[in-house]
């Protein structure tokens, strides 16, 4: 039952009318996933079209959610497929309302976060930080930036806010792992803390 919204059948017939080639490739995987899925045009016409309900309908893939390794498998495709599918599908959606480009935006600008992300790349070379801890910063970065926050203006009491801004626990988590990452002993360890004392005091001055 749609509460006023699109529906995930609006939203698959706007990408079919889009002609650039990149959101047909969502719009194809997605209907691929549904099929997959055994969605029919008549369950995605009573499903309301947000992220929040796309992802109780396709959660992002988890190698500890048994269930839907369990689906992915009955589905006849392979976790990689899935995986592409799922996000391709997001992003579908997030094009719709917008929200894909106004996170393009985010990521364009060049304030303390975007210094911190040029400078991770030698820090993992270093071997001073390792390679997969980067990877947990940029959902935190994105909200921080939604409230046109900059890197100095992150505090524990403002990361806890952002608890409300996350659409799942499993998002939460991601935020959580980098402001810990941030927080981390090794992470303000010389020379990483001269790397960051850097980029704290150009972004002051910016």
Known sequence: MTTGHPTLLNILHYG?????????????HLKLMFKKRGYADRHLDALDGT??????????F???????????????????????????GRRLIESYHGDLQKRRERRSRQDGFARLQAVLPDLVKGRLIKPNQPRTLPRLFD?????????????????????EDCLNSDEWGRVKQGAEFLES?????????SFYATISSTSCCA
């Open 16 to 28: 079919e009318d889009q002609e650039d080639a990149t959101t047909r490739q969502y719009t194809k």
């Open 185 to 193: 002993p090794r992470f303000y360890r010389r020379p990483v803390a």
């Open 143 to 163: 909200l921080a930036r939604a409230r046109e926050w900059d890197m100095i203006d992150i505090t524990r009491g403002r990361v806890i806010s952002l608890r």
């Open 62 to 88: 988890s190698k500890k959610n048994a269930c839907l390794l369990s689906q992915i498998s009955n589905c006849g495709i392979t976790p990689t497929t899935y995986k592409q599918y799922q996000s391709d």
């Open 51 to 60: 992220l929040d309900v796309y992802l109780q309908v396709a959660p992002k």
